[in-house]
């Protein structure tokens, strides 16, 4: 249990885009902290300033983390309140702070969230896919074979799927997509929430393949990544079948992977070898 005497760990939100969206309380929670960790001080200064905040800044992101959050629980084992921010939207949701509210609570210091902004939350809202039951899954693997493997382990979920991804891989990622859930599994790709580039696209698979690839404008900024879960109609052999042919054609040929994979499930081949996105 706190003693009386400890600071409190304040976990808030901050914009994802719009700077308009930093409410009223976040703004005095940030005001009276003794200091704010931020992910990088340099990206909120900018915030903290808008609205007059003038309470120090503090870097705490992934490479010190480990060696801060002890630094961090003693200033507030020593009657210090500290808020935490991350770059954008709420902390910990692929972001740092994980380690210091794990060992704020070990302590006994109280934690408590400001709510704000998160941009998978923002993005599921507007999506029009199911969400009353979903799977945030974050950022998939950088490399073509590990998001593969993962995405195949994802293949048969029911749940709607939330991803985040960057802009140098979106492209990439969503070919890998196609080719493991197939061209015709509806998504939505939601990009730039809330600022003044926001797009949101939805349709197949393979229409958002198109779409992204017809128009370069469409790789830039920071997106979220929304899959519909698997179709309760869809035969459980072409799921199974899907499955392993992502993990096959790292390793061999489309048509042999494909060959192989319906052996092994009992899927149709030529379902299998159409999910390959330009094949068939």
Not at 51 to 66: D, F, P
Not at 94 to 111: K, M, N, Q, T, Y
Request: glycine letters at 8%; hydrophobic letters at 45%; aromatic letters at 4%.
């Amino acid at each position: 249990m706190a003693a009386d005497n400890t600071g409190r760990l304040w976990v808030v939100a901050t914009p994802i885009g719009n700077l308009d969206d930093l409410s009223p309380r976040a703004q005095e929670t940030l005001r009276r902290a003794a200091l704010v960790a931020a992910e990088d001080t340099r990206h909120s200064a900018p915030l903290l300033a808008r609205y007059g905040i003038s309470t120090r800044l503090v870097a705490l992101h992934e490479h010190n983390e480990r060696d801060e959050a002890e630094r961090l629980v003693a200033r507030l084992q020593a009657g210090e309140d500290i808020a935490l921010i991350s770059d954008a939207g709420t902390p910990l949701v692929s972001d740092p702070g994980f380690r210091l509210v794990r060992a704020a609570r070990a302590a006994g210091i109280p934690v408590s969230p400001v709510p704000g902004a998160c941009a998978a939350i923002a993005a599921l809202s507007v999506a029009g896919l199911p969400s009353d039951r979903f799977v945030f899954e974050g950022f998939l693997p950088a490399k073509s074979g590990a998001r593969r493997e993962r995405l195949a382990e994802l293949a048969g979920e029911a749940r709607t799927l939330v991803f985040y991804e960057s802009s140098h891989r979106v492209r990439e990622c969503l070919d890998d997509m196609a080719a493991v859930f197939g061209a015709d599994r509806p998504a939505v790709l939601a990009r730039e929430l809330t600022k003044l580039f926001e797009t949101v696209l939805d349709g197949t698979l393979a229409q958002l393949v198109a779409r992204v690839a017809a128009d370069p404008n469409q790789e830039r900024g920071e997106f979220v990544l929304l899959i519909g879960g698997r179709p309760e109609q869809e035969d459980a052999r072409l799921a199974e079948g899907r499955r392993v042919f992502a993990l096959l054609r790292e390793e061999l040929p489309p048509a042999r992977a494909a060959k192989l994979a319906a052996v092994i499930s009992g899927a149709p081949r030529k379902a299998l070898y159409g999910s390959e996105v330009g094949d068939g």
